[in-house]
């Protein structure tokens, strides 16, 4: 991929670290009191658990949270996608994720708790750059065969919508899968596993 591709997944990357960032300035400013009860940012950086809500999320849809300085994100999938994703097997270097990372509660074919919700650390396991999603299947840019998932714009790896990787590209595993608990049906705890809690 071009110089620029690469400066611009490194820009989606700031971008969205300077946008939670300025979230978390807005709290500070307008809730001081409560701010004062959640993990402090040494903390957080350190690996303190953070709690997402994901109830406004659209299917199709992800929103980003940091956690310990990298980008996580929850994707509420649809059922097409999940449909999708036994199929995708056969073109997968490591469909059973055997080699990857993952809590033993997401060792299946979605990586995830619940199906719908995929929560993934969108990190490359090339060389670390964001891949970006590519959901509409047969996307122009990626070809006819493209059954939806992530592309990373610096070399040109591709993940499925289970963030696994495809054979043929640089990168070598699927994404990681971070540790998470459900702490109600719409709140999510990063950095939290229920079996070792
Ligand atoms: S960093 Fe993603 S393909 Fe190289």
């Known amino acids: 991929m071009s110089k620029n591709g690469v400066d611009q997944g490194k820009r989606r990357f700031l971008l969205a670290a300077s946008s939670i960032a300025g979230g978390v300035a807005v709290v500070a400013t307008a809730t001081p009191f409560v701010l004062s009860m959640l993990p402090s940012a040494k903390a957080l950086a350190a690996g303190a658990p953070v709690e997402v809500d ?11 949270v940091a956690w310990r300085g990298k980008p996580v994100w929850v994707t509420y999938r649809t059922q097409a996608m999940l449909d999708q994703l036994p199929k995708n097997d056969p073109n997968l270097r490591d469909p059973d994720s055997n080699e990857s990372e993952q809590p033993s509660s997401c060792k299946n074919v979605y990586r995830s708790i619940k199906p719908q919700y995929l929560v ?23 070809g006819a065969s493209w059954p939806g998932g992530f592309f990373c714009p610096c070399h040109g790896s591709r993940y499925d919508m289970s963030v ?9 595993l699927n994404m ?3 540790p998470y608990a459900y702490k109600t049906d719409t709140r999510v705890i990063i950095g939290q596993d229920k079996a070792s809690s």
């Open 120 to 142: 993934h650390v969108n990190i490359c396991t090339h060389l670390g750059c964001a891949p970006l999603l590519r959901k509409q299947v047969g996307d122009p840019t990626l």
């Open 176 to 178: 990681v899968i971070p």
């Open 54 to 64: 994901i109830s406004k999320i659209e299917p199709g849809s992800y929103v980003t």
């Open 164 to 172: 696994r990787v495809f054979k043929d590209v640089p990168a070598p």
